[in-house]
């Protein structure tokens, strides 16, 4: 490498097999249209291909390290109470999860803070009411 040149981390974006199989499917089904794809169809297909690109499909490793793709639960040091979530996106995950189950995403001010952790870590996260301590204390794969 020469000097001044750097490197950049391809950022890849976890889906479950199911999900993957869906995105196909919708990339399919707009491509099939051809000509007679309108202008927001063309945009859709431009869409899924760059994110099709940059997927890893796949289950999670079941070895408490939160990422993207796991069911988390944090606990609260101030009061001791439990948070379930996913890390992820909503909209790439689908029926994946059930429809009332909360998603941060890993950008998130709670996603950021526990991305790369691992069980029993404890983190601190910016709220507007100020500083909040959690603790992990689970860290499961979706799907």
């Known amino acids: 490498m020469e000097q001044g040149e750097c490197i950049v981390a391809e950022e890849r974006t976890w889906v ?3 999900a993957h ?5 919708e990339l ?3 491509t099939a249209r051809g000509d007679d794809a309108d202008a927001s169809a063309r945009a859709r297909i431009v869409e899924l291909r760059t994110l099709l690109d940059s997927v890893e499909v796949g289950t999670r490793p079941d070895d408490g390290l939160v990422e993207t793709g796991m069911r988390v639960t944090v606990r609260s040091v101030e009061d001791g109470t439990e948070t379930a979530f996913v890390l992820g996106d ?14 941060f995403s890993p950008e998130s001010p709670v ?3 526990v991305d790369g952790r691992h069980v029993g870590d404890q983190v601190t996260f910016t709220t507007p009411r100020g500083d909040r301590d959690i ?9």
């Not at 199989?21 to 499917?25: G, I, M, S």
């Not at 603790?135 to 799907?143: E, F």
Request: charged content about 20%; hydrophobic content about 45%; glycine content about 16%.
């Open 21 to 25: 199989r869906r995105l196909v499917d």
């Open 28 to 30: 399919e089904g707009l």
């Open 90 to 103: 909503r909209a790439l995950l689908g029926h994946d999860i059930a429809g009332d189950v909360t998603v």
């Open 135 to 143: 603790v992990i204390v689970g860290a499961t794969p979706v799907g």
């Open 16 to 18: 479950t097999p199911e």
């Open 111 to 113: 996603g950021a803070a």
